[in-house]
């Protein structure tokens, strides 16, 4: 530049000729005259397209082959290396790599998507699933969250579910809207299954039952990307890897999920004090205006479930998503409606619930309560040793010793009195039931009956009585009057057992 700008000078400013100046520099004439053309160095120009003789006739091969990639495995496309390789061994191709290399590169260049900026009114939303590793009660297993954006104010929601199932994306809407306390005038997805049942001809979904009833719930309307296209939906999907990226790293750690969730929920709390690039307000100063553009919330809640009928099997079972769930024998072969819940199962027949149960993410797994079948096994008491719904069912010492000093008293019939006592259970709390036990152990009376009464008085706070004449079908003692004769017989026996002196130590 320095050499260019005392050309210039001499010329331009100086007034000496061209020749003097080319002559003194060391320069032709000619590029004297270019360097007074232009203020600074114009540089290499290329006049005419580059001429690839021997790759002329087969540049239409690498097109056709580039084209086919675009339908591939991304790791399985073509490489400039590859593309040479068989142009020599199928074509016949004569020349070097050096200029099948350049043509590639410059053709994958062009046809590179080029996209435009948009802008996003308030009040509408985006949403997406993501997967990311966490440790739930110390096991490590793969979290499916699901991430809202506001595009136009950044402002973001993110919870997490064992499963990307109906339940979870209903879920999902629910707690976002609470969040937000509000309902997004319109919200735009991908065309995932829980959402669409099928992409007509027109290009118009038909969407699936449960995603229209949530629909005409929160009256929002939807829209729905084109098929395979991320970047129509890019700002929900740069929060599912910024949410991956920040909020789960290191790998999240908590006792349950409604922990993490929680501590979810704090993140994008704290998120809302930030000030992006570009802006001048926080990400919660923006949140004010879609706020104000978004729909109010429903006055009744949404029941976010997923709910299919099914049919009570001969073992009292119902089969949800693989998995089989337990209700009262007395339901059994009925028709029943079974409502999946992101927590929970729950299993009507009619207007009543008959059963509640933890939700099983597992496969191909039998989920019981006991108490479902403990007024069939009063009638079947043979099987209490089996019971596979008994298996495994944690109960206090206090049971299992009042069941032993039963089968002493009562051999045959100990198994159906104590099935009787865990009966109990069905109407009492469990702590209210170990009490009685144990106050019957302690005070000897080994009965149902005796339990009975003893958390009827625990309930209704008054003391027991066990007066044998309140309990006409127990064993009554034999107490006889005592003769004065009977002492002289002291004095020779060898000592005996005291008579019963009341109706109470009978028991």
Known sequence: ?????????????????????????????????????????????????????????????????????????????????????????????????????????????????????????????????????????????????????????????????????????????????????????????????????????????????????????????????????????????????????????????????????????????????????????????????DRAAMLPLPVAPYEACEKVTARVSSLSLVRYRTNDYSVPTQYGYRQVLVKGHVDRVEIGCGSEVIARHERSYERETAVYDPLHYLALLERKSRALDQAAPLSGWQLPECFPHLRRLLEARLRRQAAREYIQVLRLLENFALQEVTAAIEDALRLKTISFDAVRHLVLCRIERRPPRLDLANWPHLPAASVRTTQAADYLALLSAPPVAAPIASPEAAL
């Open 1 to 289: 530049m320095d050499l260019y700008a005392r050309v210039r000078r001499a010329v331009l400013v100086e007034n000496r000729s061209r020749r003097a100046v080319a002559r003194e520099f060391g320069l032709a004439r000619k590029t004297v005259s270019k360097m007074l053309e232009y203020s600074l160095p114009p540089g290499y120009r290329r006049q005419k397209p580059i001429w690839r003789p021997k790759l002329g006739p087969w540049q239409g091969v690498i097109d056709a082959i580039l084209e086919e990639d675009k339908q591939q495995p991304k790791k399985q496309r073509h490489t400039a290396k590859r593309i040479f390789e068989r142009l020599r061994a199928e074509h016949s191709y004569s020349g070097g790599y050096t200029i099948v290399k350049d043509y590639v590169r410059q053709a994958k260049l062009s046809s590179q998507e080029v996209y435009i900026p948009l802008t996003h009114a308030p009040g509408e939303a985006q949403a997406d699933f993501g997967e990311a590793q966490v440790a739930i009660a110390g096991v490590e297993q793969k979290a499916h969250f699901m991430a809202f954006d506001l595009p136009h104010s950044d402002d973001c929601y993110v919870q997490a579910f064992p499963a990307e199932t109906t339940e979870a994306f209903l879920e999902g809407h629910v707690r976002a809207f609470a969040y937000w306390g509000a309902v997004p005038t319109r919200i735009l997805y991908d065309n995932t299954t829980l959402a669409v049942a099928r992409i007509l001809g027109d290009g118009e979904r038909k969407k699936t039952q449960a995603f229209s009833e949530l629909q005409s719930h929160y009256l929002f309307a939807e829209k729905f990307g084109r098929p395979g296209r991320g970047n129509d939906k890019g700002a929900v999907e740069n929060l599912v890897g910024l949410a991956r990226r920040n909020f789960m790293v290191p790998i999240p750690r908590a006792a349950s999920w409604e922990e993490l969730n929680a501590h979810l929920e704090a993140d994008c709390r704290e998120r809302r004090q930030r000030r992006l690039r570009g802006h001048t307000e926080t990400i919660g100063e923006r949140f004010a205006r």
